[in-house]
């Protein structure tokens, strides 16, 4: 019942737990990928993808199911997340930093997923949608009336049985989403992000109650692959 606090103390005393409790599976829920998209585009997984997406799902054991993906930008953190969907194949929440995210996750999943759009909900300002599978953002999540008041949403991450919580960006988790994940270690958690840097410094909290790293391939090997585009960087001073 304290699974979460008792990781999170132990984290911020110096010792890292290793959680091999297990995982409720969630309402099932039959996840295909498409080999050719929507779109009319031949799609396969890149082989990073697929190490990444293995790594975080350890063929589906305790020693899996938590933990989070280091991936640059335009490596497709979104594919694994597709990837590491149709291998648990239950009802997933996902939870993105805006709206334009969030409506990007639920075109590449039915670009290059067998859902259909009624499996796929939409939860934000404008919709409140609670579909099998049910992309928001941390904002709505911790709205609330006032400084004071109740988080009015953030009971969708109990709203169904899920069996996978995404995390998008996970470095730019707030507190009180990380507050509510102590509650709810019993669910698979996948965090994607490019960087683990908080400006809060909390990376402990994302350690302890979505995951370890699990995975990552360094910017400069993907981009002298050609499988991402190259970086330049410029200084700007001000």
């Known amino acids: 019942e304290v699974r979460g606090r008792f990781k999170h103390l132990l984290i911020k005393a110096g010792y890292p737990v290793n959680d091999l409790v297990g995982y409720e599976p ?5 996840i295909s990928v498409r080999n050719v998209t929507l779109s009319g585009r031949e799609f396969s997984f890149r082989r990073y993808q697929l190490e990444a997406s293995d790594q975080f799902w350890a063929g589906g054991s305790v020693r899996g199911g938590q933990g989070i993906v280091v991936l640059p930008c335009g490596a497709g953190k979104t594919i694994v997340g597709i990837k590491v969907m149709a291998q648990a194949s239950t009802q997933t929440l996902i939870m993105c930093t805006n709206v334009s995210a969030v409506r990007q996750w639920i075109a590449e999943l039915l670009d290059k997923t067998a859902l259909e759009p009624w499996q ?3 939860y934000s300002g404008q919709k409140k949608e609670i579909r099998p599978v049910t992309v928001t953002t941390y904002q709505m999540l911790t709205y609330r009336k006032s400084r004071k008041g ?3 949403h953030m009971q969708l991450m109990k709203a169904r049985n899920w069996g996978l919580l995404i995390y998008d960006e996970v470095h730019v988790v707030p507190a009180p989403v990380f ?3 102590t509650e709810i270690q019993a669910k698979r958690r996948l965090g994607l992000t490019a960087t683990l840097i908080r400006e ?3 990376e402990e909290d994302a350690f302890s109650l979505v995951g370890p790293k699990c995975y990552d391939v360094p910017w400069k090997e993907l981009e002298g692959k050609g499988l991402i585009a190259q970086a330049r960087c410029c200084e700007i001073r001000l």
């Open 200 to 202: 809060d410094g909390l």
């Open 150 to 152: 109740p988080f009015e």
């Open 120 to 122: 796929i909900g939409e």
């Open 179 to 181: 507050r509510a994940t």
């Open 26 to 30: 969630g309402d099932r829920l039959e």
